[in-house]
């Protein structure tokens, strides 16, 4: 089994800053990854597919790059509604995992 | 426009068996994979494990082997997951999605609202 692990565990940023997230996989998985946003209270919703591509209706602040064994999420500029939980997870195997996620709050 | 319903919350006491059901609309139900994934509380996500609609075809993620089965009803473009022997462990919200793309497995594009289950004696 393919273990995903995510960093930081918490990012603090302000409205209007950087994020970047990290994704590192046990072993390749090639560009089979995507990442995913989560609200409490709400299911998850795909942001990025593929390590890159950005899945209908996401923002463009929103970007997705890596393959291999390391990814990075980027939000270019935190909006107020991008603060949640975001999972990356790979499809390159069964079976497919997520990892542990990623708390983006606000400083 | 795509809509995944599931089925309500649900108490089951330890050993008992539980079916979830999730109603697919807006698109043709059986060109499409239906994806399980669970998140228990104060979790992350876990996939359980896929259904191919048209031909009724499962996988199962190992963990969920021989105590989870995975069923449809294409007449009602409903799919159904059931899971036995339950324990406490199995308490969480388990979602349904459909996948992204056609007649292939890929990501998890458009999710039901979750259905709780909570395991106590």
């Known amino acids: 089994e393919i273990v995903l692990t995510q960093s930081p565990a918490t990012l603090s940023l302000s409205p209007g800053e950087r994020a970047t997230l990290s994704c590192r996989a046990s072993?390749?998985?090639?560009?089979?990854l995507a990442w995913y946003q989560q609200k409490p209270g709400q299911a998850p919703r795909l942001l990025i597919y593929?390590?890159?591509n950005r899945a209908t209706g996401i923002p463009a602040r929103f970007s997705g790059s890596g393959s291999g064994t390391d990814f990075t999420l980027t939000i270019s500029s935190l909006e107020p509604e991008d603060f949640a939980v975001y999972y990356c997870?790979?499809?390159?195997?069964?079976?497919?995992?997520f990892g542990p996620g990623t708390k983006v709050d606000i400083k | 426009q795509v809509q995944v319903v599931q089925s309500g919350a649900q108490v089951k006491k330890p050993g008992a068996s539980v079916k979830v059901s999730c109603k697919a609309s807006g698109y043709t139900f059986t060109d499409f994979h239906i994806h399980w994934v669970r998140q228990a509380p104060g979790q992350g996500l876990e996939w359980v494990g896929w259904?191919?609609?048209?031909?009724?075809?499962?996988n199962y993620a190992p963990k969920f082997l021989g105590r989870v089965t995975m069923t449809r009803d294409t007449s009602i473009s409903t799919a159904y997951m059931e899971l036995s022997s339950l324990r406490s462990e199995d308490t969480a919200v388990y979602y349904c999605?459909?996948?992204?793309?056609?007649?292939?497995?890929?990501?998890?594009?458009?999710w039901g609202p979750g259905t709780q289950l909570t395991v106590s004696s």
């Open positions: 999605t459909r996948d992204r793309k056609p007649a292939v497995v890929t990501w998890f594009d458009y």
């Open positions: 072993q390749s998985v090639s560009n089979f």
């Open positions: 593929d390590a890159s």
């Open positions: 997870q790979h499809r390159s195997n069964w079976p497919f995992t």
């Open positions: 259904i191919n609609p048209k031909n009724g075809a499962a």
